[in-house]
């Protein structure tokens, strides 16, 4: 994607799983996997999240915790910033987890 | 189980997705986890759990995080405590978890 600009992110094959166990082992970033769950990009902003509660640095700082874990990945457009879910370079990784995690989490 | 005893845990029901991927976001728990993976009881030593380099109360705390998220069952026999995996538990709760977890922890 030498045409996008994305925020650092760990390469697939760097993606640590308990480093990915650790970012998703916290309500919100829970909460944010499954919005992010739908496949679709999501703007930063936490009242389209159902995050309303929170400081926007509060969810600026789960955000980077999951990028950096390596769940999500995050698209940089001037002065907007879209969020989406690795799926597919998790899948690789760790066949099978989200598969399990996200029923789970949404029941 | 009204013949042994045992720590407490939380019932089946209870068993937490978030609270268990807390406590497998760690590298020694996960350690413990894939020592406890072979479905045994293993006692509280930490030499027989390859973590030496460790204070057993350091271990001790990392043992009470896996049974308190419902990860791990303790049974009481005298002085001596043994601990094992709740599979069933587990995969009753949340199928296809650990079948996902434990390949890629041990890879």
């Known amino acids: 994607m030498s045409d996008t600009e994305r925020l650092p992110q ?7 799983l308990v480093t ?12 944010l ?15 389209g999240l ?7 640095s509060t969810v600026s700082h789960h955000m980077r915790v999951l ?3 390596g769940v999500t990945t995050t698209r940089v457009a001037g002065r907007n910033r879209f969020v ?9 990784r760790f066949p099978g987890l989200l598969d399990a995690l996200l029923p ?4």
């Not at 760990?10 to 640590?16: L, N």
């Not at 996997?33 to 009242?47: M, T």
């Open 67 to 69: 990028r950096e874990a």
């Open 104 to 107: 789970a989490a949404a029941s």
């Open 50 to 56: 159902g995050l309303d509660h929170l400081h926007k």
């Open 10 to 16: 760990p390469a697939t094959a760097d993606i640590d």
């Open 20 to 31: 990915v166990l650790h970012a998703l082992g916290d309500p919100v970033r829970m909460t």
């Open 33 to 47: 996997l499954l919005s992010y769950a739908d496949g679709a990009e999501h703007s930063c902003d936490p009242h």
């Open 84 to 92: 989406s879910l690795r799926r597919t370079d998790l899948d690789a």
